[in-house]
């Protein structure tokens, strides 16, 4: 039995040696092929991401098949995301076209929130433990959420990823939430969304009551931010509109 065991430990460090190896040299042909480029459609879809926090590319988009998966990772300070295209194809199948942009966007957020480390440094240390990197998820997929919606997604749209890749089962030992904790960050995510959406709302009802009139402080009226009239120039910057400009 001891044989067995022993047998069974050492065939998983070959299989990871081995899986290491190949990703290396992988990254070191990548990294050499200053042309090599995404497929067009995932790419498209990187930038819309981006395009919604304004933020450049700052990592390479790298299609990586038989990994059924997407991973956010950095390689010798060069940060990347692996995407299996076969995979996200069958996902966007079974739910919808939005499920592939919040697997991107999850990666996506892995980065901005910090998450990656360096793939050799990381198969040399201790790594980190499920709870930390279920916190880790469930910040990814917040920012998947947040992304989603902005980009006009439901959240069912969004959701309907999760009835495909995760499970109500207990989390303790896994690396990754269970469903409901999934559910309930993405919903995090667009309610973020829609609470920029309701102060957007009160804005613009409030300018639609007021007139803007004292652009040039000759208006004498009295402003909001001082009380005092507009004719000495006293408005704040961000006026815009006086207590006695309301619109029939």
Known sequence: MKKLLLLFYFLQF??????????????EVQQSLKGFAAEKEADDALNEILAVIGASKSFYLIPCDKISNALALT???ERFILYDKGFID???????????KFILAHEVGHHINGHTRDFLIASLVEGQTNEKQREEELEADEFAGFIL???????????????LISSEKDDKYSTHPNKYKRLEAI???????SKNNINKSTDSSNKSKYSVNCTYRQCNAITKSSNK???????????FQCFQHKLN
């Not at 069958?90 to 592939?100: F, I, L, Q, Y």
């Not at 919903?187 to 969304?193: C, D, E, L, P």
């Open 14 to 27: 070959i299989s990871y040696a081995q899986i290491a190896d190949g990703l290396e040299i992988c990254f």
């Open 75 to 77: 390689y010798k300070g």
């Open 90 to 100: 069958k996902v966007n199948k079974a739910t919808n076209d939005w499920s592939g």
């Open 149 to 163: 919606a902005k980009l006009g997604a439901s959240y069912g749209q969004a959701s309907e990823l999760m009835d």
């Open 187 to 193: 919903k995090r995510g667009f309610n973020k969304v």
């Open 229 to 239: 009239r507009c004719k000495r120039c006293v408005s704040e910057a961000d006026d």
